[in-house]
């Protein structure tokens, strides 16, 4: 609609990408189109409406589209000059809020405003178009501005989050003393903190904080409820000296464990989700992918920690039970699959004990160019191999279910990992491979049926973890 602005709108756009592609994935449900006019105030308080656009998404993008309007509004005398203000105070309360993530969002709402002014027939509206530009533009200059050594993540009049099974998480929210203990860890006493984020927190169970530095890469800090961030460390330590993955592979390399906080601290690994790629039918990738969990299957480390065959089936049941408990008409059916892959199960012979990662799946990979990096070394044990086989290929058929539109590609990069992988391993059962195949799908089934979309995701698992499951059999 404004041609002459095109130029200033790529630019705009190409800024507004990058600032996004840094920020992490983050889902809860959010109300998709959440702004003032939304909220309606009566003699019993507020009411929320128009859930039309309600979605699982980044929840700063509730906040950002609410931030943009009263931006846009309190320049058009609409709303009040403390509005957007005290909007963001009411936030921090409940949420550690970044100024620069706060700007990058509040540029994406208004960028989605631009072009209202024309549609609502105003007057002036190429005026008003330029406007929103402009603010859009201020926006990312503050999302671009450096971070000031404080610990901006954290809202200091915000109260931190508590957790009774994680006494120490109290202090590693705290960034005077984590800045000491960081630059202790690294050996680097000119590091300086500049934001601390609880990137994710299972309640009694473990936690996982980013901390931000100027200038250098994140550190990433992780607390578990159980005594097992000693072997934890240890174990990532040896599989990152080793680089076991391959000497190109790059990996989470671990800094240090801190006993008195109890936090394994590790370096950033670089590089980009891989699911666009999967989408696409990377089969190159696949391949890199197949070789690079080779390696570790072929390096010959001892990790100590055993996981046998009944380990690996001992969660299903549980699953079982929590499918017929989200959906009741798909019990009979996982049940069948968990009776069918036991009565397999029962049959197979020949476990061997290699290093394995234990939790492979594509999203525990990344790729920087045409290099990958490998994330998440926790439960790395001696196992059998087709562990982490079967947990991969099952978890890009759980990613075709989730991206219907692209499930040709991506069983065509399924087909080729599981073709590299016994190609590099001769030794590898298929009716080992499709029992665990299976057994995972039941898995995945009863961790997705409680979601969104769970009752068609369930059934797809279990449809495609019964297929599997008769190729064992046979």
Known sequence: ILPAAQPRLDRI??????????????????????YDDQAIVG?????LIDLDEIRIAHPMLDVGNMLAHLNFNETRGLVGRNAREAFIAGMRERRNMDERDIAVFEAAGL???????????????????????????????????????????IDPDAAPVRDDALPELLALQ?????????RAATGNSALMLAGIR???????????????????????????????????????????????FGPDVALPDPIAFLPELRVLLQRSAPGEAIDARLCAGDERLADAIAVAIHA???????????????????????????????????????????????????????????????????????????????????????????????NFAAHLDLLALQRPDHAGDI?????????????LDPDLDGSMLAVLTAGTMLRLAGIHAPREDGARIAAGLL????????TAAA
């Not at 069983?411 to 190609?423: C, G, H, K, P, Y």
């Not at 449809?463 to 008769?470: E, L, Q, T």
């Open 174 to 182: 705290d960034p005077t003393p984590m800045q000491r203990a960081l």
């Open 111 to 153: 960028l989605k405003l631009a072009p209202g002014p024309f549609r609502r027939l105003e007057p002036n509206w190429r005026a008003g178009v330029a406007d929103i530009l402009d603010l859009t533009a201020q926006a990312l200059d503050r999302a671009a501005s450096p971070r000031s050594p404080v610990a901006l993540a």
């Open 411 to 423: 069983a065509r990069v399924r087909d080729r990992f599981l073709a590299r992988s016994r190609e």
């Open 43 to 47: 003699d019993d308080g507020i009411a």
């Open 296 to 390: 570790l299957h072929a390096s010959g480390l001892d990790l100590g920690r055993v996981h046998d065959l009944a380990s690996e089936l001992a969660p299903l049941g549980p699953r079982v039970r929590e499918v017929g408990a989200c959906h009741p008409w798909l019990e009979n059916s996982a049940r069948e699959l968990h009776a069918r892959v036991l009565a397999a199960a029962g049959s197979l012979r020949g476990w061997r004990r290699v290093a394995i990662h234990r939790d492979f799946y594509h999203g525990q990979a990344l790729v920087d160019g045409e290099r990958l990096a490998i994330l998440d070394l926790d439960d790395a044990a001696m196992s059998e191999p087709a562990v982490d086989i079967a």
């Open 198 to 244: 609880l990137q994710r927190h299972k309640p009694g169970r473990r936690a996982v904080l980013r901390y931000d530095m100027v200038g250098d890469d994140a550190i990433w800090g992780k607390i578990f409820a159980s005594n097992r961030g000693t072997r934890v460390h240890e174990i990532a330590r040896a599989i990152c000296a080793a680089r076991a």
């Open 13 to 34: 756009v190409g800024l507004l990408e990058n600032r996004l592609a840094r920020i992490d994935d983050e889902l809860a449900i959010g109300h998709g189109d959440f």
């Open 463 to 470: 449809a495609r973890g019964a297929r599997v499951a008769s």
